[in-house]
Nanobody
Framework: QVQLVESGGGLVQAGGSLRLSCAAS??????MGWYRQAPGKQREFVASITRGGTINYADSVKGRFTISRDNAKNTVYLQMNSLKAEDTAIYYC????????????WGQGTQVTVSS
């Protein structure tokens, strides 16, 4: 049974930092990453990383967010710096066994709230 468990969300002031983690179990994944959904908006891509280390970012987070993964721990991380109010959203971990995101597996989501 595949499970993706996120942690690390919370409330932070604008300009602050948070680090999200997503621990996967039940399978190994080529691509892992993050999506987010703000109230009243569609879910959008944030960042992804493959097992081989290929990384992609949404333009809105380039230079502020850093994605990384520990293949031995089957865990992906999202370091978020210089947070803005518009980064407020529920952040979802996503994974795909082969190929690129989006994949079929989703975490339950973790709330990130940035106060201005």
């Amino acid at each position: 049974q595949v499970q993706l468990v996120e942690s690390g969300g919370g409330l932070v002031q604008a300009g602050g930092s948070l680090r999200l983690s997503c621990a996967a179990s039940g399978s190994f994944f080529n691509a892992m990453g993050w999506y987010r959904q703000a109230p009243g908006k569609q879910r959008e891509f944030v960042a992804s990383i493959t097992r081989g280390g290929t990384i992609n970012y949404a333009d809105s987070v380039k230079g502020r967010f850093t994605i990384s993964r520990d293949n031995a721990k089957n865990t992906v991380y999202l370091q978020m710096n210089s947070l803005k109010a518009e980064d407020t959203a529920i952040y979802y971990c996503n994974a795909r066994i082969s190929g690129l995101l989006p994949g079929a597996y989703w975490g339950q989501g973790t709330q990130v709230t940035v106060s201005s």
